[in-house]
């Protein structure tokens, strides 16, 4: 029971993510209304603590070691990406960290 | 056009001088009044914008905090070279930014005057998402978002506080927005400066606000305790938000901080002769 919860937990939040950051980019962090930009972007760094601690959280179920690595790699992959990113190639780090969601969600679909 | 400022005792030559360091994403136009009020009074000021803070804005952006350390490092060691007393001094930023030059230079600076020191970002002004900052900060959510300035642009004082919005609008006097990489950078630099704080043995005095909006006292009281100054003063204003320099107390600030650095100087001020040529 808890494994579903939190399986499906982490596939809703990763799906999100990938969503909410695919349209910040296109079109949301352009526009002027500065409440709408703060509560968006906070909205994505709360997605990112979710999904860091749903993704944790499946490591306990996930079948194998490699599995197990892959999950935690998938959780810390937001502060990993965050610290590696800079501001010249900020665009391909975006779309990198919209791969990982995408991946991570693909991954515990099929695997967990 | 460039807001660095010099102010120079052209007549005679004086010995003393004091470094004035810029809070993030403001200017030397934010410590004008302050550095005037000094050099009337015997001192030559320096106040130089900061790293990513000059005519290339988009420079803020890709500036890191060891660039302002590297520029506020250099800019002591050429005043150094000419002065027999360096004071540094500092408002937010440019506070923390003081300390790490006398962490640095430890026989070298004469005093520190650490105004409205930023260690943390913890005012009542920040929005309600802040306790996500960490996350944001560490991870792309940084390259997102620059959070606006807003009110009370950390002025108390009604009247100052429409000029200065006024001339932010115009954009002569600093930035509309901190970006969040520019915060994470300034919050490096405050690990950095927290880390060695106790390699500090100066005489300091630190001038904090109660009501700060941006950074609340938990950081001058840090500063305070931390220290291994044997020679500091705290003192917490009462009427005033994070702008010291421009806000309801600025003059007791101004009085403060010039008490202080006589206090500390063994050279003679030219104060008189200053104000009848200012």
């Known amino acids: 029971m808890l494994l579903i919860v939190l399986k499906y937990l982490f596939i809703a939040i990763g799906s999100l993510l990938a969503i909410l950051i695919t349209c910040g980019k296109l079109f949301v962090f352009k526009l002027k209304d500065n409440i709408l930009v703060s ?22 179920f996930a079948p194998n070691l490699i599995d197990k690595m892959l999950m935690l790699m998938f959780g810390l992959s937001p502060f990993i990406i965050g610290n590696l990113a800079t501001y010249e190639k900020e665009n391909v780090f975006t779309v990198i960290q919209i791969i990982t969601a995408i991946a991570s969600v693909i991954f515990v679909i099929n695997c967990i | 056009m460039t807001l660095d400022f010099e102010l120079i005792n052209e007549k005679s030559e004086c010995r003393k001088a004091v470094l004035l360091f810029h809070g993030l994403t403001g200017s030397p136009f934010e410590l004008k009044k302050y550095g005037q009020f000094l050099y009337k009074n015997g001192y030559d000021v320096y106040a130089d914008c900061l790293p990513g803070h000059g005519d290339k804005v988009e420079e803020i952006y890709t500036v890191k905090y060891t660039d302002w350390l590297e520029f506020a490092y ?205």
Request: charged residues 25%; aromatic residues 12%.
């Open chain 1, 39 to 60: 509560n968006y972007t906070a909205s994505i760094a709360g997605g990112f603590f979710l999904y860091a601690i749903s993704a944790i959280s499946l490591i306990i």
């Open chain 2, 74 to 278: 250099k800019r002591f060691e050429d005043l150094n070279k000419k002065y027999d007393e360096v004071f540094v001094s500092g408002l937010c930023l440019g506070a923390v930014l003081a300390l790490a030059v006398a962490i640095k230079y430890k026989d070298e600076v004469k005093g520190i005057v650490s105004l409205s020191t930023t260690l943390f970002l913890d005012g009542w002004r920040l929005p309600w998402f802040s306790f996500l900052m960490p996350i944001a900060l560490s991870t792309m959510v940084r390259f997102y978002y620059n959070y606006p300035e807003c009110e009370p642009h950390g002025i108390k004082n009604l009247k100052v506080r429409n000029v200065i919005k006024r001339l932010l609008q115009q954009g002569n006097v600093g930035m509309n927005d901190f970006p969040m990489t520019s915060i994470f950078e300034m919050l490096k630099l405050s690990k950095f400066v927290r880390k060695n704080i106790q390699e500090v043995t100066q005489p300091i005095l630190i001038i904090h606000s109660q009501e700060d909006d941006l950074t609340s006292t938990k950081s001058a009281k840090l500063v305070n305790s931390k220290i291994s100054s044997t020679d500091k003063e705290m003192i917490i204003l009462k009427d005033s938000y994070h702008m010291v320099l421009y806000d309801n107390e600025k003059e007791f600030v101004y009085e403060k901080a010039l008490s202080f650095l006589d206090n500390h100087s063994e050279i003679e001020s030219e104060g008189e002769a200053r104000a009848a040529c200012c």
